[in-house]
T-cell receptor, first 113, second 116 residues
């Protein structure tokens, strides 16, 4: 079983749709949590950090449930430019140089016109 | 962009050969991590360097090795290349310290290695 699991998709949605991505992690010692976005043949880029209290950045809302070890990302009013792979990421370490990121497989989103 | 640069961008090698990939970290960052991303997969942690010392290693064999230099740039070396080593190799730089968490990790554009 992978340490970070997410549905690989693809998710094909029309413009304007709301889409939700889910992710689970197995290591309860994980310290911090993120969603990264990766465009085709490009490097991953940080989309947003995820907090237990939930956080929002424009059309994007992220949520963390530590008890269930579950992370989610909600995208409202999807745009064509949102088409990318969304990677669920867990930081297993903290302090000093122990910033070890564990990535899920990624979920491919294709927003259709 | 991120200020993290990798070279070369593309590389083709023959099975059994050795390869060196390079990463120049963002100015002010002292930590470099290397990741391997196979097609259709998420990046997998190879190892991390902090102030010129290896600090953490993923599930990769010893033929994957690295270095970090005084200017915090880094190299990834892979010996005895295998076909399965074909992947996108990413480096990420961040600022770490002895206490507290690292800052956000910024990724380079990657080196696409093909082993034939």
């Amino acid at each position: 079983r992978k340490e970070v699991e997410q549905d690989p998709g693809p998710f094909n949605v029309p413009e304007g749709a709301t889409v939700a991505f889910n992710c689970t992690y197995s290591n309860s010692a994980s310290q911090s949590f993120f969603w990264y976005r990766q465009d085709c043949r490009k490097e991953p880029k940080l989309l947003m950090s995820v907090y237990s209290s939930g956080n929002e950045d424009g059309r994007f809302t992220a949520q963390l449930n530590r008890a269930s070890q579950y992370i989610s990302l909600l995208i409202r009013d999807s745009k064509l430019s949102d088409s990318a792979t969304y990677l669920c990421v867990v930081n297993r370490g903290y302090g000093g140089a122990t910033n070890k990121l564990i990535f899920g497989t990624g979920t491919l989103l294709a927003v259709q016109p | 962009e991120t200020g993290v640069t990798q070279s070369p961008t593309h590389l083709i090698k023959t099975r059994g050969q050795q390869v060196t990939l390079r990463c120049s970290s963002q100015s002010g960052h002292n930590t470099v991590s290397w990741y391997q991303q196979a097609l259709g997969q998420g990046p997998q942690f190879i190892f991390q360097y902090y102030r010129e010392e290896e600090n953490g290693r993923g599930n990769f064999p010893p033929r994957f090795s690295g270095l970090q230099f005084p200017n915090y740039s880094s190299e990834l070396n892979v010996n005895a290349l295998e076909l399965d080593d074909s992947a996108l190799y990413l480096c990420a730089s961040s600022l770490g310290g002895r206490t507290g968490r690292n800052t956000e990790a910024f990724f380079g554009q990657g080196t696409r290695l093909t082993v034939v």
